[in-house]
DNA sequence: CCTGATCTTGGGAGCGCTCCCACTGGAAGC
DNA sequence: GCTTCCAGTGGGAGCGCTCCCAAGATCAGG
């Protein structure tokens, strides 16, 4: 048995005991609220030192009804889709922001039905003060749960087929039609997307900018060859769209793990990136800097993605009604097309 | 102003009211503790369905004075550390084990000083119930305020110079000599080696691996090549290597990331590999298997790692003492070695 | 010197839960 | 028939903090 010291800690009590003064003047002294002499809040602050007191959390969010943590809450079937470094990124930036309002950061992957049903828990009980919410699909069932929730919830990229109240977003659209038209404007004529899942509105917006910018351009888009956002998908759209379209010139990929599997299918079936077939990514992760040839891509401000919700939530607790956001995305050139 | 639902919860109080009970059997029955009649349970599962009661995991923290959460902590100088897809996957295999125990997951990057006084803060207020550590380096800040803690701690990795009571960790040296073993065995003779960090228990290790598997194979090693575990530091610690060593026919990368880079540099210099330079990496991370030749590497557990700090903390929170743990690696052969 | 306004102060009532404990009544043992 | 035991029950005292409020201290203005 692992001996645990039982040493229990000093009490608010005790430091207001020391200190000679009453327990509210020691709790004002504490959250430096008005209305306590100078003398007391030194006399206070030294019995703090003196007993290494430290302030209970757990009970200071009993009486304020405050938990001083926010929640992160990645949706998906299985818990693969977090291996995704994009959400390395986001939660750096969320972590980042939430530093600064002093709150603490809580990561739940709601990929099981337990996991779920943790979420749905987490909610109803107010376990946090609030709730950042990404990756969800297409009738999902933490839609629900987030709506019938009196706890404040900033979306990560919007839900498919409605606009919450408080999100940020990426110009998905925007950041697809530029990658495509610089395809075309490369001299592309037959240009495909493998595109994400489209049970998710990253996906849909993604290939709604790609068929925009063909069309635009008088040119005919094909019809979606669709992955999940994985390497190996990308591999294997890119097989089949070598098999149906031999002609193609140019690919938009709806992420870099897919351009990168893309990538891996073109070479072992010999054709040359960019001189026979262009491609060009989204996200510029590092996988983009690393593949061969390096990417071309979309360049999404993930580590700004997260500041920006965890500030709008931060917000949104304090009372506010921010106004939601939508992050711009640039293209990267490089060797891909 | 955001409109804050002030419908409050029904507690536990008006649970037992509307059942006919007193709040101890609606608490008894809610944990489902001995004691309690039949009907009254049911009674009391009955208004809890009624009423849509959650219990208030605050007050049972404060009630047990345990808090239902458990915290990652990553050390680390800046926050771009955490950006290694490494970490996202040791948070799916502590998310679930968490999960298991029914234990949330609280994730700080110790990366600035607030982030680590935040830390601090934690550990002396108990702010959860154990706490799982990793990326220590030398002379990390945060050692000591893992070691004055009266709460259980979980390595991840060994910290330098020390051995925690509890920790997991991965057989770095045993990997590195296994990766070295394998490239003398095809005939490489030249082994240079591409270390990670030498102030990180990990970037010794793997650097010793190394190090041993050429002196048990007659050869001579070089001196260490230090990078930071990035892709970028790989790039440049070829470069150095090709400059100072031009006869190297062998790298052996402490990381995935640094090989990548590697190869990237080795391509700009027109460097076949592995025909002329043979390049084995360590991890295992996607970018093995989409860099260009597919990396021959050194496979560890990282899920399970993370998977086991958790179950080993849990067990300690518990009460119980069990002992550290080694998980094995093993060699992953491509191409590019 | 008195009145009212303002600043300090500490008592006490929660926040919502757990858990100890004293009490009941019926089954079991002698 | 009488203890003995124990499942079942509810009262009450916390857990450690915040915050309202009444009361005393201080100070200005008239």
Request: charged share 25%.
């Given at each position: 048995m692992a001996d645990v010291?039982?040493?229990?800690?000093?009490?608010?009590?005790?430091?207001?005991?020391?200190?000679g003064v009453s327990r509210s003047v020691a709790s004002r002294a504490l959250n430096n609220a008005p209305h306590v002499s100078r003398a007391k809040r030194e006399a206070v602050e030294r019995a703090v030192r003196q007993l290494g007191y430290v302030p209970n959390?757990?009970?200071?969010?009993?009486?304020?009804?405050?938990?001083g943590a926010a929640a992160l809450v990645v949706s998906g079937e299985d818990p693969s889709i977090f291996a995704d470094p994009f959400y390395a990124q986001v939660i750096v930036g969320a972590s980042s922001a939430l530093e600064e309002a002093d709150l603490h950061l809580m990561l739940c992957l709601a990929a099981s039905d337990r996991g779920r049903k943790r979420v749905r828990e987490l909610f109803r009980s107010k376990g946090a003060d609030g709730v950042m919410l990404m990756a969800l699909r297409e009738d999902d069932p933490l839609a629900a749960v987030a709506e019938e929730a009196e706890m404040p919830v900033v979306f990560?990229?919007?839900?498919?087929?409605?606009?919450?109240?408080?999100?940020?977003?990426?110009?998905?659209v925007g950041g697809a039609r530029e990658a495509t038209e610089y395809l075309v404007s490369r001299g592309r004529t037959r240009v495909a997307a493998i595109c994400g899942r489209l049970d998710t509105e990253a996906g849909r917006a993604r290939y709604r900018g790609y068929r925009d910018a063909l069309l635009a351009a008088g040119l005919e888009p094909l019809p979606p060859q669709e992955g999940d956002f994985t390497e190996p998908s990308g591999a294997a759209a890119m097989a089949v769209l070598l098999a149906h379209h031999p002609d193609v010139d140019g690919v938009f990929a709806a992420n870099d793990n897919m351009a990168a599997g893309a990538l891996r299918t073109l070479r072992s079936a010999g054709r040359a990136v960019?001189?026979?077939?262009?491609?060009?990514?989204f996200d510029d992760l590092t996988v983009a800097q690393v593949a061969d040839?390096?990417?071309t891509t979309v360049h999404q401000p993930i580590t700004a993605l997260g500041r920006e919700m965890a500030r709008m939530l931060v917000a949104v607790v304090?009372?506010?009604?921010?106004?939601?956001?939508?992050?711009?995305?640039r293209l990267v050139v490089r060797t891909s097309a």
């Amino acid at each position: 048995m692992a001996d645990v010291a039982p040493r229990r800690q000093p009490t608010l009590d005790e430091v207001a005991e020391r200190a000679g003064v009453s327990r509210s003047v020691a709790s004002r002294a504490l959250n430096n609220a008005p209305h306590v002499s100078r003398a007391k809040r030194e006399a206070v602050e030294r019995a703090v030192r003196q007993l290494g007191y430290v302030p209970n959390p757990t009970a200071r969010a009993l009486a304020t009804r405050q938990t001083g943590a926010a929640a992160l809450v990645v949706s998906g079937e299985d818990p693969s889709i977090f291996a995704d470094p994009f959400y390395a990124q986001v939660i750096v930036g969320a972590s980042s922001a939430l530093e600064e309002a002093d709150l603490h950061l809580m990561l739940c992957l709601a990929a099981s039905d337990r996991g779920r049903k943790r979420v749905r828990e987490l909610f109803r009980s107010k376990g946090a003060d609030g709730v950042m919410l990404m990756a969800l699909r297409e009738d999902d069932p933490l839609a629900a749960v987030a709506e019938e929730a009196e706890m404040p919830v900033v979306f990560g990229g919007r839900p498919v087929g409605s606009t919450p109240r408080w999100y940020v977003d990426v110009d998905n659209v925007g950041g697809a039609r530029e990658a495509t038209e610089y395809l075309v404007s490369r001299g592309r004529t037959r240009v495909a997307a493998i595109c994400g899942r489209l049970d998710t509105e990253a996906g849909r917006a993604r290939y709604r900018g790609y068929r925009d910018a063909l069309l635009a351009a008088g040119l005919e888009p094909l019809p979606p060859q669709e992955g999940d956002f994985t390497e190996p998908s990308g591999a294997a759209a890119m097989a089949v769209l070598l098999a149906h379209h031999p002609d193609v010139d140019g690919v938009f990929a709806a992420n870099d793990n897919m351009a990168a599997g893309a990538l891996r299918t073109l070479r072992s079936a010999g054709r040359a990136v960019p001189a026979d077939i262009a491609v060009v990514g989204f996200d510029d992760l590092t996988v983009a800097q690393v593949a061969d040839p390096p990417l071309t891509t979309v360049h999404q401000p993930i580590t700004a993605l997260g500041r920006e919700m965890a500030r709008m939530l931060v917000a949104v607790v304090n009372g506010h009604d921010p106004t939601p956001l939508i992050l711009p995305t640039r293209l990267v050139v490089r060797t891909s097309a």
